[in-house]
């Protein structure tokens, strides 16, 4: 029979030399995974001897335990007493007061029949998402100033539309690797999709199944693989797996074998984000919520009732990884092309995409090692501050080495948020877009239906702009419909 525990005895394991953990009313001991926690032994420790589950649950997918600690750490689960104080202090605890305005904000929300546009999803989701999951969702890098570039950089191309053309049958499909899609973009990999909705990715997997496009999961989905795997539709919905490589082969080759056995037909090896980018909004919520709470109860004394205060090292500087660093803490950062490629094919006959293709070399590069794709990618302007936006960098391709579109498949992500946008994208030779932000906005802010919403939006504005440019099949959309100025129109008053 299983051991139990009481939350006296549990109490008692709270240090570096001893350090047990509730979630979900089981016990683990986390004590020799200390060193080897990505986001640091700081923030474990901050819960020894306590219930982390709220802290646990919106940032690991459920089978983490399990991948990570051996089967003698599960220790057991709190017995009857305990479980029912643990319930009992969750349900009495006081509401912050950034969980105060989400709960007016979710109850103030607009039906999704008033939603018109990607713009109007994310004003809603800015408004619901908790403090902390906007900061992850939307920080960028430094002054983000390739973030606001990427989106901006759209409007300096302009379209050469035809007319007098039949476009009544307009057909906006297209195929991503020779998978089916209804129109020509893909939810592209972003991480940690519960902090913004209980469901998490299986909302996107379920919206994408019924609108008929493809999700590309992040190696730091908040859902397992499997429980992706498990939202699909039907087994032959497809599914494209984001690898973050692990700089230990084995790890990473463990990795890609479990999606490849769960029946995922691509992997996007992504490779611009090797370490953390600097992400002052994501590091600086704690400071946020800190402050907001002093401002309610000036008690100098920490409450279970209160946020977590910044976490500091043994020197007291406050962690700078925030959300996100921990995330990619143990990637390779020596991956080559001699290497790697090579490697990952003797892993995989799956088709291999390399996602983070910042200038044109290097789409040259991944031609040459026998790549199936490039996604032409900054990382949402996450990364490194000044990478050129994507839509400029698949323009230079498309004037430079126009050779490369005829070897591989070339997709971009990164600011798009128009229908206009995704065509002037494939106007230059991209095969499709990915999105990733905005799925994550509308799944934060309407669930699925909100997925389904935003590609119902998309479709329509892609239809439309194909049909006013002259075109009825994704295949007539070519460089001469699209010109590159050097100005910059005025930004809409709307």
Known sequence: MPRTFSLDEVSKHSSPSSCWVIINNKVYDVTEFLPDHPGGAKIILKYGGKDATAAYEPIHPPDALDKNLAPEKH?????????????????????????????????????????????????????VLSYKALAYYSSAADEETTYEENTRAFSRYFFHPRVMRPVSQCDPSTTILGFKSSIPIFVSGAALARLGHPLGEANITRGAGRTGIIQMVSSNASLSYAQIAEARLTPSQPLFFQLYKHRDDRIAEERVREVV???????????????????????????????????VDNSTEKTPDQPAKPEKDE?????????????????????????????????????????????????????????????????????????LPCIDVLYRIRKQRPDVFDKMEVYIDGGVRRGTDVLKALCLGATAVGLGRPFLYAQSAYGEEGVVKAVDILQGEIVRGMRLLGVSNVKQLVPEMVEHVNWQPMTSKL
């Open 315 to 387: 020197k007291g500087n406050v962690n700078l990884l925030g959300t996100a660093g921990a995330l990619i803490a143990n990637d390779d950062m020596d991956m080559t092309w001699e290497k790697t490629i090579p490697w990952l094919r003797s892993v995989t006959k799956l088709p291999i995409v390399i996602k983070g293709i910042q200038c044109v070399e290097d789409a040259v590069l991944a031609a040459e090692a026998g790549c199936d794709g490039i996604l032409i990618s900054n990382h949402g302007g996450r990364q490194l501050e000044y990478a």
């Open 75 to 127: 220790l057991g689960a709190l017995d009857s007493a305990a479980a029912s104080a643990v319930q009992e202090a969750a349900q009495n605890r006081r509401k912050t007061q950034d969980e105060l305005r989400v709960e007016a904000a979710l109850a103030a929300k607009p039906p999704l029949s008033r939603i018109l546009s990607l713009w109007d999803i994310e004003e809603v989701a800015r408004k």
């Open 261 to 295: 056995s769960l029946g995922y037909n691509a992997i996007f090896l992504t490779v611009d984000a090797i370490v953390a980018g600097n992400r002052e909004r994501d590091i600086r919520a704690p400071f946020v919520l800190d402050e907001q709470e002093r401002e």
